[in-house]
Protein backbone atom coordinates (compact mmCIF):
# COMPACT_ATOMS: atom_id res chain seq x y z
CA UNK A 1 0.00 0.00 0.00
CA UNK A 2 1.26 3.10 -0.82
CA UNK A 3 -0.76 4.73 1.83
CA UNK A 4 -1.69 9.14 1.16
CA UNK A 5 0.31 10.21 -1.84
CA UNK A 6 0.70 13.94 -2.79
CA UNK A 7 2.06 15.69 -6.39
CA UNK A 8 3.93 17.64 -6.62
CA UNK A 9 6.11 18.11 -3.92
CA UNK A 10 7.00 21.48 -4.48
CA UNK A 11 5.67 23.78 -6.73
CA UNK A 12 6.02 27.34 -6.92
CA UNK A 13 3.61 30.01 -8.95
CA UNK A 14 2.90 33.37 -9.62
CA UNK A 15 0.03 35.41 -8.37
CA UNK A 16 -3.08 34.67 -10.33
CA UNK A 17 -1.96 31.36 -11.54
CA UNK A 18 -4.19 28.55 -11.05
CA UNK A 19 -3.40 25.22 -10.01
CA UNK A 20 -4.18 21.90 -9.01
CA UNK A 21 -2.94 19.80 -6.01
CA UNK A 22 -3.19 16.04 -6.63
CA UNK A 23 -3.88 13.39 -3.44
CA UNK A 24 -4.88 10.18 -3.93
CA UNK A 25 -5.26 6.98 -1.36
CA UNK A 26 -5.13 3.15 -1.56
CA UNK A 27 -6.97 2.43 1.61
CA UNK A 28 -10.58 2.65 0.62
CA UNK A 29 -11.26 5.40 2.98
CA UNK A 30 -14.35 7.52 3.00
CA UNK A 31 -13.02 10.50 4.93
CA UNK A 32 -10.48 12.90 2.93
CA UNK A 33 -9.70 16.22 4.21
CA UNK A 34 -6.94 18.89 2.81
CA UNK A 35 -5.18 21.13 5.47
CA UNK A 36 -2.77 23.90 5.42
CA UNK A 37 -0.08 24.69 7.72
CA UNK A 38 1.56 27.89 8.28
CA UNK A 39 4.15 28.99 11.01
CA UNK A 40 2.43 28.68 14.40
CA UNK A 41 -0.99 27.94 13.38
CA UNK A 42 -0.97 23.80 13.39
CA UNK A 43 -3.60 22.67 10.50
CA UNK A 44 -6.19 24.32 9.43
CA UNK A 45 -8.93 22.54 7.74
CA UNK A 46 -9.56 23.97 4.02
CA UNK A 47 -12.30 21.29 2.97
CA UNK A 48 -13.29 17.62 3.43
CA UNK A 49 -15.27 15.17 2.27
CA UNK A 50 -17.61 12.06 3.55
CA UNK A 51 -17.41 9.91 0.36
CA UNK A 52 -17.27 10.23 -3.31
CA UNK A 53 -19.58 13.63 -4.37
CA UNK A 54 -19.78 14.70 -1.38
CA UNK A 55 -17.63 17.63 0.00
CA UNK A 56 -17.67 20.54 2.75
CA UNK A 57 -16.10 23.70 3.41
CA UNK A 58 -13.70 23.59 6.51
CA UNK A 59 -12.02 26.55 8.25
CA UNK A 60 -10.46 28.20 5.80
CA UNK A 61 -11.83 27.19 2.09
CA UNK A 62 -11.73 30.62 0.13
CA UNK A 63 -9.84 30.57 -2.98
CA UNK A 64 -9.92 26.51 -3.01
CA UNK A 65 -12.01 24.51 -4.95
CA UNK A 66 -12.43 20.93 -4.53
CA UNK A 67 -14.19 17.82 -5.91
CA UNK A 68 -14.54 14.10 -5.15
CA UNK A 69 -15.51 12.09 -7.91
CA UNK A 70 -14.04 8.43 -7.04
CA UNK A 71 -12.81 6.93 -3.33
CA UNK A 72 -9.46 7.53 -3.97
CA UNK A 73 -9.21 10.90 -5.59
CA UNK A 74 -9.18 14.33 -3.86
CA UNK A 75 -7.74 17.38 -5.51
CA UNK A 76 -7.41 20.62 -4.52
CA UNK A 77 -7.59 23.35 -6.83
CA UNK A 78 -6.37 26.79 -6.69
CA UNK A 79 -8.10 29.30 -8.66
CA UNK A 80 -6.28 31.99 -8.56
CA UNK A 81 -3.30 32.09 -6.23
CA UNK A 82 -2.39 34.65 -3.85
CA UNK A 83 0.50 35.02 -1.56
CA UNK A 84 -1.30 34.59 1.37
CA UNK A 85 -1.72 31.27 -0.09
CA UNK A 86 1.90 30.09 0.45
CA UNK A 87 1.90 27.37 2.73
CA UNK A 88 2.87 23.81 3.10
CA UNK A 89 -0.45 21.93 2.10
CA UNK A 90 -1.51 18.14 3.58
CA UNK A 91 -4.07 15.88 2.30
CA UNK A 92 -5.27 13.10 4.73
CA UNK A 93 -7.56 10.33 4.79
CA UNK A 94 -9.52 8.32 7.29
CA UNK A 95 -11.68 5.13 7.90
CA UNK A 96 -14.51 8.08 9.45
CA UNK A 97 -15.38 11.22 10.01
CA UNK A 98 -16.72 10.31 13.35
CA UNK A 99 -13.60 10.95 14.74
CA UNK A 100 -11.38 8.49 17.17
CA UNK A 101 -10.22 7.40 13.80
CA UNK A 102 -6.85 7.61 12.87
CA UNK A 103 -5.80 10.10 10.20
CA UNK A 104 -3.03 9.26 7.92
CA UNK A 105 -1.38 12.14 5.99
CA UNK A 106 0.57 12.64 2.54
CA UNK A 107 4.21 14.00 2.34
CA UNK A 108 2.50 17.54 1.76
CA UNK A 109 3.23 19.72 -0.67
CA UNK A 110 5.24 23.06 -0.31
CA UNK A 111 3.86 25.66 -2.68
CA UNK A 112 4.65 29.20 -3.16
CA UNK A 113 2.98 32.05 -4.40
CA UNK A 114 5.11 34.67 -5.64
CA UNK B 1 -10.73 31.14 17.08
CA UNK B 2 -8.28 28.57 17.85
CA UNK B 3 -10.67 25.87 19.51
CA UNK B 4 -7.58 23.91 21.19
CA UNK B 5 -4.32 25.43 22.26
CA UNK B 6 -1.25 24.17 23.30
CA UNK B 7 1.16 24.74 25.31
CA UNK B 8 4.34 25.88 25.52
CA UNK B 9 4.41 26.88 21.91
CA UNK B 10 8.09 26.12 22.01
CA UNK B 11 10.79 23.75 23.92
CA UNK B 12 14.12 23.51 24.10
CA UNK B 13 15.25 20.75 26.83
CA UNK B 14 18.66 18.43 27.41
CA UNK B 15 18.63 14.88 26.80
CA UNK B 16 17.45 12.95 29.86
CA UNK B 17 14.96 15.94 31.26
CA UNK B 18 11.50 15.59 31.71
CA UNK B 19 8.52 17.24 30.00
CA UNK B 20 4.87 17.94 29.93
CA UNK B 21 2.74 19.62 26.84
CA UNK B 22 -0.42 20.92 27.23
CA UNK B 23 -3.67 20.81 24.99
CA UNK B 24 -6.71 22.95 26.42
CA UNK B 25 -10.17 23.32 24.95
CA UNK B 26 -13.51 25.31 26.16
CA UNK B 27 -15.34 22.43 24.69
CA UNK B 28 -16.32 19.37 24.92
CA UNK B 29 -14.47 16.17 22.74
CA UNK B 30 -15.95 12.71 23.00
CA UNK B 31 -11.94 11.78 21.69
CA UNK B 32 -8.73 13.20 21.55
CA UNK B 33 -5.33 12.35 19.34
CA UNK B 34 -1.88 13.23 19.58
CA UNK B 35 -0.15 13.14 16.67
CA UNK B 36 4.11 14.14 16.15
CA UNK B 37 5.19 15.49 12.92
CA UNK B 38 9.19 15.55 11.80
CA UNK B 39 10.39 18.15 9.44
CA UNK B 40 9.40 17.87 5.52
CA UNK B 41 6.56 15.09 6.70
CA UNK B 42 2.88 14.86 7.55
CA UNK B 43 1.61 13.95 10.84
CA UNK B 44 1.88 10.73 12.20
CA UNK B 45 -0.77 9.56 15.03
CA UNK B 46 0.85 9.18 18.57
CA UNK B 47 -2.21 7.69 20.67
CA UNK B 48 -6.10 8.39 20.89
CA UNK B 49 -7.79 9.04 24.14
CA UNK B 50 -11.19 8.29 24.74
CA UNK B 51 -12.34 8.27 28.19
CA UNK B 52 -12.35 11.14 30.96
CA UNK B 53 -9.57 10.55 33.45
CA UNK B 54 -7.71 7.98 30.69
CA UNK B 55 -4.25 7.67 31.30
CA UNK B 56 -2.26 5.85 28.03
CA UNK B 57 1.69 4.89 28.03
CA UNK B 58 3.59 4.28 24.80
CA UNK B 59 7.12 3.80 26.24
CA UNK B 60 8.16 7.02 27.69
CA UNK B 61 5.35 8.99 26.95
CA UNK B 62 2.43 9.08 28.89
CA UNK B 63 -1.08 10.82 27.32
CA UNK B 64 -3.78 12.16 29.69
CA UNK B 65 -7.53 13.24 29.06
CA UNK B 66 -8.18 15.44 31.64
CA UNK B 67 -11.81 14.52 33.45
CA UNK B 68 -14.13 16.96 32.11
CA UNK B 69 -13.09 15.86 28.27
CA UNK B 70 -11.94 19.11 27.38
CA UNK B 71 -7.97 19.01 27.97
CA UNK B 72 -5.11 16.45 27.92
CA UNK B 73 -1.38 16.51 28.24
CA UNK B 74 1.91 14.89 26.96
CA UNK B 75 4.73 13.77 29.42
CA UNK B 76 7.77 12.75 28.12
CA UNK B 77 10.23 10.78 30.49
CA UNK B 78 14.04 11.13 30.18
CA UNK B 79 13.58 12.84 26.49
CA UNK B 80 15.74 11.84 23.57
CA UNK B 81 16.95 13.59 20.46
CA UNK B 82 14.57 11.07 18.41
CA UNK B 83 11.45 12.81 20.57
CA UNK B 84 12.63 16.08 18.62
CA UNK B 85 9.37 17.38 16.44
CA UNK B 86 6.15 19.25 16.49
CA UNK B 87 3.56 17.58 18.65
CA UNK B 88 -0.25 18.06 17.48
CA UNK B 89 -3.40 17.20 19.39
CA UNK B 90 -6.37 16.75 17.67
CA UNK B 91 -9.79 17.31 18.65
CA UNK B 92 -13.17 15.08 17.01
CA UNK B 93 -14.97 17.81 15.67
CA UNK B 94 -14.18 17.98 12.06
CA UNK B 95 -10.71 16.84 13.18
CA UNK B 96 -9.34 20.06 14.58
CA UNK B 97 -5.90 20.81 15.57
CA UNK B 98 -4.07 22.40 18.08
CA UNK B 99 -1.67 25.12 17.70
CA UNK B 100 1.19 22.79 18.05
CA UNK B 101 4.62 22.38 20.61
CA UNK B 102 7.65 22.37 18.94
CA UNK B 103 9.98 19.88 21.06
CA UNK B 104 13.86 20.22 20.54
CA UNK B 105 15.73 17.20 22.45
CA UNK B 106 19.47 18.30 22.76
CA UNK B 107 21.92 15.64 23.32
Known amino acids: NAGVTQTPKFQVLKTGQSMTLQCAQDMNHEYMSWYRQDPGMGLRLIHY???????DQGEVPNGYNVSRSTTEDFPLRLLSAAPSQTSVYFC?????????????FGPGTRLTVL | TQLLEQSPQFLSIQEGENLTVYCNSSSVFSSLQWYRQEPGEGPVLLVT?????EVKKLKRLTFQFGDARKDSSLHITAAQPGDTGLYLCSGTYKYIFGTGTRLKVLA
Open chain 1, 92 to 104: ASSYSRIGGYEQF
Open chain 1, 49 to 55: SVGAGIT
Open chain 2, 49 to 53: VVTGG
